[in-house]
């Protein structure tokens, strides 16, 4: 006797008994039938025009966007080896773009503010020491960040490389404070360095505090967040909170021993010293021009004090022609200009329509808002022409039913 009740065969389980009622025995082939086939055909897939095949590749919660999007471009390259001649296999929508922009996106933007800082340190202090000095604080507090956001079980996404390209500008300020304040030790009050060093850091430290918690405050509701906002913007704020207090504690710690380390080798005599080094001598005729544009707004504000009621009608001026100016060069939109990538027109056809009556539809419907967004785009502003764009995709997905495309 068989007790396995698993069919050998198709077939077999078209031999199923069902029931059993007055007398007969209902099948599974009395009210249905089996056989080895597809599902019917619900969806078409045309890529530029030509009829395609569409495989999704979606990742876990815990895999890497970019391992995965590396791994399946690897697998790709042995695919397309061994596919027959005539079919072709490419990539139609890639979600480690996004990742990768917003890499690139926080390099640039800490690029930036280091030759920023830079070029700030070297025109108002004239060291090239100390410029060194505040560029170790900001990889160093980034880094910090990421470790504590990688104990946390975060991920480098969209939003926490958001956050930590938000947090790069303000990242040099507590080191850039510190510096400073030792440098005005140093040539205002001609004291040693390791006085300087000490007190520079010691004088500032609740400042500089009190200003990194008023910035961390501010990120701290993102923490009570609930649904789907808390997975978008509590790694953001995570993110800036822990890349600041970082640059805290950096800058009580290894900026004044850096500082220690580095400027003993550079002069640092009063302020009417003459200038040593290419730097030096930038420095001092920067502070000339400083000057000479220091005495002209001050001797500009003594004719505005003078002459009060020129105060207002000037102000009124600028304000007017700068807001006219900015109206006739800044572009004007419905919508702000983007590239998504990706572009989704989802139509519903009535009941029982075939497949292949929805396909001509939907092509149609197609070529026609492409011509008609040509043609607004030719003959119309920014605004129309946002406008009457939108308003051909309604037409069209209202006239004539079509499928789902996805261009």
Request: with cysteine.
């Amino acid at each position: 006797m068989r007790t396995n009740a698993t069919p050998a065969a198709i077939a077999d389980l078209n031999d199923i008994p069902v029931k059993f009622t007055n007398g007969a025995t209902v099948f599974v082939k009395d009210v249905a039938q089996v056989r080895d086939g597809a599902l019917v055909q619900q969806n078409i897939v045309r890529d530029d025009g030509r009829r395609s095949v569409l495989l999704s590749i979606i990742k876990n919660g815990n895999a890497s966007t970019l391992a995965v999007v590396n791994g399946v471009k690897a697998a790709l390259q042995t695919a397309r080896a061994a596919a027959p001649p005539g079919l072709k296999i490419t990539e139609l929508f890639d979600q480690s773009v996004f990742v990768t922009n917003a890499v690139a996106g926080v390099l640039r933007e800490g690029a930036i503010a280091a030759a920023l800082t830079a070029l700030m340190i070297l025109l108002f202090l004239g060291s090239w020491r100390s410029t060194v000095v505040v560029m170790i604080s900001i990889p160093l507090a980034i880094l910090s960040s990421l470790v504590v956001l990688y104990f946390l079980g975060e991920t480098l996404n969209t939003m926490t490389l958001g956050g930590l390209a938000l947090a790069v500008g303000i990242l040099v300020d507590d080191s850039t404070v510190t510096i400073e304040n030792t440098h005005r030790i140093l040539t205002e009050e001609s004291k040693p360095l390791p006085y300087a060093t000490l007190h520079g850091a010691a004088e500032i430290a609740i400042p500089t505090l009190v200003s990194t918690l008023a910035i961390s405050c501010v990120f701290t509701s993102v923490v009570f967040l609930e649904g789907p906002a808390k997975y978008l913007f509590t790694p953001l704020g995570l993110a800036v909170v822990f890349a600041m207090l970082a640059s805290y504690g950096l800058s009580r710690t290894l900026t004044p021993i850096t500082i220690g380390l580095l400027l003993k080798g550079e002069h640092h005599g009063p302020a009417d010293g003459a200038p040593r080094g290419l730097f030096g001598r930038l420095h001092a005729r920067f502070e000339r021009g400083f000057d000479a544009m220091r005495k002209g707004y001050v001797a500009l504000l003594n004719i505005l004090l003078r002459q009060r009621r020129l105060i207002v009608p000037i102000a009124a001026v600028l304000i007017l022609g700068l807001g006219a100016t900015m109206l006739v060069l800044v572009g004007r939109d419905f919508f702000p200009v983007i590239d998504g990538g990706q572009i989704q027109l989802h139509v519903r056809a009535p009941a029982g329509t075939r497949i292949e009556t929805t396909e001509r539809s939907s092509r149609r419907s197609r070529t026609r808002s492409a011509r008609s967004s040509r043609r607004a785009s030719a003959s119309s502003s920014s605004t129309t022409s946002g406008c009457r764009r939108a308003l051909t995709i309604w037409r069209s997905a209202t006239a004539r039913p079509s499928a789902s495309m996805t261009a």
